[in-house]
Antibody
Framework: EVQLVESGGGLVQPGGSLRLSCAAS????????MKWVRQAPGKGLEWVSY????????SYADSVKGRFTISRDNAKNSLYLQMISLRAEDTAVYYC?????????????WGQGTTVTVSS | SYVLPQPPSVSVAPGKTARITCGGN??????VQWYQQKPGQAPVLVVY???DRPSGIPERFSGSNSGNTATLTISRVEAGDEADYYC???????????FGGGTKLTVL
């Protein structure tokens, strides 16, 4: 069974940092690209970042570019999102998702999410 | 910038057909995905590549995409289909994703 488990969320002050993790199991992690998506309270879904299966291709939403860094450790079947200079508008549930299981263009399976709250 | 307008809400009686649209300039040239999200839960992929269903998704869920409109059709709607539905496309050149604003489906 494909499973994604996010962790690392919490309460952080504006300007602070957090590192989110996503542990993958039930599939060959090295074969698939991965994405981060977030959802602010009461709002819709927002794509945040993408990393290819090898890590060679990386992209970010304009709203986080320069502040967030996506990475993966294929040996540990893990995906990461390093977030710095956090702002109140970064408050959201952050989901990791795998792509390529059904479609390279979508988010085929999602984790349960981890909550990030940026507040003083 | 590219946007994907969706109606904020759609209401339908049980057993009827619900249609949720997703607009976009020449969206017919892109692959469209649809996600179902129930309160407090993570999104679930219900349609990918315009019209294909992941395993475990009922045949009542179908998709189409042409011109400037993609559509998610839910036939024989059930109470359990009540949820928010999001369309999504991917820019294969820049490797960037985009979601529609979401549509709240209410089953009367």
């Amino acid at each position: 069974e494909v499973q994604l488990v996010e962790s690392g969320g919490g309460l952080v002050q504006p300007g602070g940092s957090l590192r989110l993790s996503c542990a993958a199991s039930g599939f060959t992690f090295t074969t698939y690209s991965m994405k981060w998506v977030r959802q602010a309270p009461g709002k819709g879904l927002e794509w945040v970042s993408y990393i290819s299966s090898s890590g060679a291709i990386i992209s970010y939403a304009d709203s986080v570019k320069g502040r967030f860094t996506i990475s993966r450790d294929n040996a540990k079947n893990s995906l990461y999102l390093q977030m710095i200079s956090l702002r109140a508008e970064d408050t959201a549930v952050y989901y990791c998702a795998v792509s390529g299981w059904y479609s390279w263009d979508g988010m085929d399976v999602w984790g349960q999410g981890t909550t990030v709250t940026v507040s003083s | 910038s590219y946007v994907l307008p969706q109606p904020p809400s759609v209401s339908v009686a049980p057993g009827k057909t619900a249609r949720i649209t997703c607009g976009g300039n020449n969206i017919g040239s892109k692959n469209v995905q649809w996600y179902q999200q129930k309160p407090g839960q993570a999104p679930v992929l219900v349609v990918y590549d315009d019209r294909d269903r992941p395993s475990g998704i009922p045949e009542r869920f179908s998709g189409s995409n042409s011109g400037n409109t993609a559509t998610l059709t839910i036939s024989r709607v059930e109470a359990g289909d009540e949820a928010d539905y999001y369309c999504q496309v991917w820019d294969t050149t820049d490797h960037r994703g985009l979601f529609g604003g979401g549509t709240k489906l209410t089953v009367l």
